[in-house]
C-alpha cells in the first residue's frame, strides 16, 4: 500500500475526529431534537472537514504558509493591542503617581496650616486670658473703690451735733 507517513497520520486524525463525533453524538441521541442538531450539525462539519482536506490536498504548502500567515496575524495583532494596553498603563500610572503626590503635598500644607493656626489659638488663648484678668483687677479695683465711697459716706463729714450754745 504506498501509503507515507504523513498520509498515515492525517488518516488516523481523521479517525479520531469521527471517534470523538461518533462518541458525543452517541450520548446526545437519547432525544429526537438532540438527534437532528447532531446530524445538522455533523453534516456541517463533514463538509467542512471534506474542504478543509480538499484544500490542503489541493495546495498543501499554499495552505500552510496562509494558517502560518494568519497565525503571524493574530500575533501581531496581539502584540500590539499589549502595547497599547501597557502604553495606557504607563500614561495612567504616571497620572495617578502625579495626582498622589499632589495630594501629599497638598496634605501637608493643610497640616502645616493647621499647626499654625493651633499656634495662633493659643496666643490669642493667651490673650484672652490676660484681658480676664484685667478685667477681674478693674472689677475689683471698681468694687473696692465703691466700697470705699460708701464708707466714706456713712462717716459725717462734720459734726452735726446740736448744742446750747452757738459755734463760733
Known sequence: MGMTAEKQGKAKTGLIVAGVIAGA???????????????DTSRNMKDSINKYTTTIKEDPKGTKKAVINRI?????ISKEAINKIQAILDTQGKEIKDTTQHVVEESKDVVSSAKDAQGELADVKESAVEAKDELLSAKDDVKSKVDSNSKEKQKPATDHTITKTPVN
Open 72 to 76: 503571524q496575524n493574530a500575533t501581531d
Open 25 to 39: 453524538s452517541s450520548l446526545v441521541l437519547l432525544n429526537s431534537n438532540a438527534r437532528e442538531k447532531v446530524k
